[in-house]
């Protein structure tokens, strides 16, 4: 439950960050997810599990996870800093910013203390590269 509101008993999984306008039906899905899992295991988050974020690019689109997070831990009454997020690297954006700077570490950075892994996904990344390359060679 969050923002008062009962969850559904049905489980599913949180997706890729998209427009603005899907943003509330990610944070219902992670919701309903969350309390299907910790209704199943007796209110126990499995062992090293972890929320993770797909496609992340820019970190000022991040922060809003761990806030999010914390108010999951507080409706769920899960301890604080209990829920994780990994990161999956797969756009070229994630790798170098507009400034041409390492984007890693500060996508990490915005996750406040809870970020703890950070996978490359490489098959969405060089299909991403190879679909720009496509485009500039004609």
């Not at 944070?27 to 062992?47: H, Q, S």
């Not at 999951?72 to 797969?90: G, T």
């Amino acid at each position: 439950m969050i923002d008062g509101r009962p969850s559904a008993a049905r489980s599913g999984s949180a997706s890729s960050p998209s427009p603005k306008s899907c943003a509330a039906a990610r944070v219902r899905t992670l919701d309903i997810f969350l309390t299907r899992l910790l209704a199943d295991t007796g209110g126990r988050l499995p062992e090293n599990f972890v929320v993770t974020l797909a496609k992340v690019t820019i970190p000022r689109r991040s922060p809003r996870s761990p806030g999010l997070l914390a108010r999951l831990e507080e409706a769920l009454d899960l301890p604080p800093e209990s829920l994780k997020l990994e990161i999956m690297v797969e756009t070229p954006q994630a790798i170098l910013n507009a400034r041409g700077e390492c984007n890693v570490l500060p996508l990490v950075e915005a996750g406040r203390g809870r970020c703890v892994a950070a996978h490359f996904g490489t098959y969405d990344y060089t299909g991403r590269v190879a679909t720009s390359r496509r485009r500039t060679s004609t």
